[in-house]
T-cell receptor, first 116, second 113 residues
Framework: AQKITQTQPGMFVQEKEAVTLDCTYD???????LFWYKQPSSGEMIFLIY??????QNATEGRYSLNFQKARKSANLVISASQLGDSAMYFC?????????????FGTGTRLTIIP | KAGVTQTPRYLIKTRGQQVTLSCSPI?????VSWYQQTPGQGLQFLFE???????NKGNFPGRFSGRQFSNSRSEMNVSTLELGDSALYLC????????????FGQGTRLTVV
């Protein structure tokens, strides 16, 4: 089974609308972490938001929020009031520990295009 | 303050050669992690160094190695290059381990011919 699944290869959204990018995960580690990154066309990865498996509240960072549904193993990224500069690839990633080694596993990404 | 600096930005090597990539983290950051990004395999975690010790590693063969110096700068080495090693190599730095709040460099684009 895939550790991290992003089912939306591409999305087109009108400027100023809210966007939800989907991410589901699978792990047996009870103490895992979930991350979202943005990669503009320049190639540089930008860390957006983090959610720990034991965090009670959904993480928020400015216009970004993480809709964490633990029972469904879902960690969707919500971008409110989208802007043209939000056009980029978005990657979901999971940190898990196996036999004392922590690894970060990435999803295949979603290409988001904001339409003016 | 200065961001994460990766050198060189672009590199062309011949199959069978070896290559060393460099990553200078943000001042004060003690953790450096490395990633490979290819169109076929996507983004993959290589390894993480903290205080000169490799703390975590991904599923890459022993041809991929790294080290971290006392000033937290890190190098990644790939020996006996294969065509499939052509990729964007990204490094990230953070204050501690665990990958959170990581800042990435612009990457080194390696082409193996």
């Amino acid at each position: 089974a895939q550790k991290i699944t992003q089912t939306q290869p591409g999305m087109f959204v009108q400027e100023k609308e809210a966007v939800t990018l989907d991410c589901t995960y699978d792990t047996s580690d009870p103490s895992y972490g979930l991350f979202w990154y943005k990669q503009p066309s320049s190639g540089e990865m930008i860390f957006l938001i983090y959610q720990g498996s034991y965090d009670q509240q959904n993480a928020t960072e400015g216009r970004y929020s993480l809709n964490f549904q633990k029972a469904r193993k879902s960690a969707n990224l919500v971008i409110s009031a989208s802007q043209l500069g939000d056009s980029a690839m978005y990657f979901c990633a999971m940190r898990e520990r196996e036999r004392g080694n922590e690894k970060l596993t990435f999803g295949t990404g979603t290409r988001l295009t904001i339409i003016p | 303050k200065a961001g994460v600096t990766q050198t060189p930005r672009y590199l062309i090597k011949t199959r069978g050669q070896q290559v060393t990539l460099s990553c200078s983290p943000i001042s004060g950051h003690r953790s450096v992690s490395w990633y490979q990004q290819t169109p076929g395999q996507g983004l993959q975690f290589l390894f993480e160094y903290f205080s000169e010790t490799q703390r975590n590693k991904g599923n890459f063969p022993g041809r991929f190695s790294g080290r971290q110096f006392s000033n937290s700068r890190s190098e990644m080495n790939v020996s006996t290059l294969e065509l499939g090693d052509s990729a964007l190599y990204l490094c990230a730095s953070s204050l501690g381990t665990g990958f959170a709040e990581a800042f990435f460099g612009q990457g080194t684009r390696l082409t193996v011919v």
